[in-house]
Nanobody
Framework: QVQLAESGGGLVQAGGSLRLSCSLS????????MAWFRQTPGKEREFVAV????????VYADSVKGRFTISRDNAKNTVTLQMNALKPDDTAVYYC???????????????????WGQGTQVTVSS
């Protein structure tokens, strides 16, 4: 069993920065791809970024490429999302997710993840 806990959300003005963190606890003996998704009311949860050491790959959604950076600290079982140049369209609840899948193509879809955090609100004002 795996538990994920996010922190770091908040309110920021457009153009500002926020840093989200996610801690993984429980079964840390396996290799997990760690990702961030986000969701706004009435919309599907959408992929933001993933860091998969198993595949040696980091992938970003086009909408955040060049502005967001995902990184992980395996010793601490944490993953962070540094968000710069924030826009009002980035406003959402951000979720941390973990996956043990070996299929890289599944990692851009919420169905590829078996573990989710509770979410943290990010609000970007114009």
């Amino acid at each position: 069993q795996v538990q994920l806990a996010e922190s770091g959300g908040g309110l920021v003005q457009a153009g500002g920065s926020l840093r989200l963190s996610c801690s993984l606890s429980g079964d840390t003996s396996r290799s997990y791809a760690m990702a961030w998704f986000r969701q706004t009311p009435g919309k599907e949860r959408e992929f933001v970024a993933v860091n998969s050491q198993r595949h040696g790959s980091i992938v970003y959604a086009d909408s955040v490429k060049g502005r967001f950076t995902i990184s992980r600290d395996n010793a601490k079982n944490t993953v962070t999302l540094q968000m710069n140049a924030l826009k009002p369209d980035d406003t959402a609840v951000y979720y941390c997710a973990a996956s043990s899948t070996i299929i890289m193509s599944q990692l851009k879809f919420k169905s590829g993840y078996g573990y989710w955090g509770q979410g943290t609100q990010v609000t970007v004002s114009s």
